[in-house]
Structure formats: structure tokens, C-alpha cells
């Protein structure tokens, strides 16, 4: 079993930064994507940003030029750097990785983290 662990949510005004971070221990052998999705309160979940593995990045056209997802292979961990915050950033934010845990099976799981809150105040 894979475990996803969240950080870096928390209360923040228009304009700010935040940077947040999902950490997956367990048993892994690789992880192939690693994505941010957010839902706001009453609406669906949505793809923030997506990084490969071989570090291939896509944004929602929302945050395209102010957050930044990143990876750190050695340590199973993604980043996503936000800038430039809007209230409409306002949500739970939700790490996802695909990943293969052993050397002889290629099948990939999907795991889910727990969510970090994201408040942007105007």
C-alpha cells in the first residue's frame, strides 16, 4: 500500500503564496504521474497540474504562470508552488499518483491524499 501525506494549506491574502506538498511512502517501485486536483465548495473536483516522470508538466489554464508543480524522485514527494492567489483559489487541494509497486508487475495503482485547505481572503 502506497500512503499520500499533505502539507502547506493554510489562510492566506489575495496576492500570496503558498507552497504545498504530498509526500507517498510505502511500498513503491515507481511513480509515474504525480497531479494536484482542488474542489471548491459546491463544485466538481478538478486537474490543477500534472508533472511525469520524466518532469513533463500540464496546467489548468487557471493557474497557467502562477503555480509551479514539481518532484522530487529521490523522495516520492510533489510540490505545488502557488502564487499570486485569487479567492478563487479557495478550495481543498488533493495530491494523485499512479504508481507501480513492484519490479515485476507493471500494473500501476492510483492513490489519493487526504486534501489540504487552501483559504485565499480578498
Known amino acids: 500500500q502506497v500512503q499520500l501525506v499533505e502539507s502547506g494549506g493554510g489562510l492566506v491574502q489575495a496576492g500570496g503564496s503558498l507552497r504545498l506538498s504530498c509526500a507517498a511512502s510505502g511500498t513503491i517501485f515507481s511513480i509515474n504521474a504525480m497531479e494536484w486536483y482542488r474542489q471548491a465548495p459546491g463544485k466538481q473536483r478538478e486537474l490543477v497540474a500534472a508533472?511525469?516522470?520524466?518532469?513533463?508538466?500540464n496546467y489548468a489554464d487557471s493557474v497557467k504562470g502562477r503555480f509551479t508543480i514539481s518532484r522530487d524522485n529521490a523522495k516520492n514527494t510533489v510540490y505545488l508552488q502557488m502564487n499570486s492567489l485569487k479567492p478563487d483559489d479557495t478550495a481543498d487541494y488533493y495530491c494523485?499518483?499512479?504508481?507501480?509497486?513492484?519490479?515485476?508487475?507493471?500494473?500501476?495503482?492510483?492513490?489519493w491524499g487526504q486534501g489540504t485547505q487552501v483559504t485565499v481572503s480578498s
Open positions: 494523485n499518483v499512479r504508481a507501480r509497486l513492484y519490479y515485476n508487475n507493471p500494473r500501476e495503482y492510483n492513490y
Open positions: 508533472i511525469t516522470s520524466r518532469g513533463s508538466t
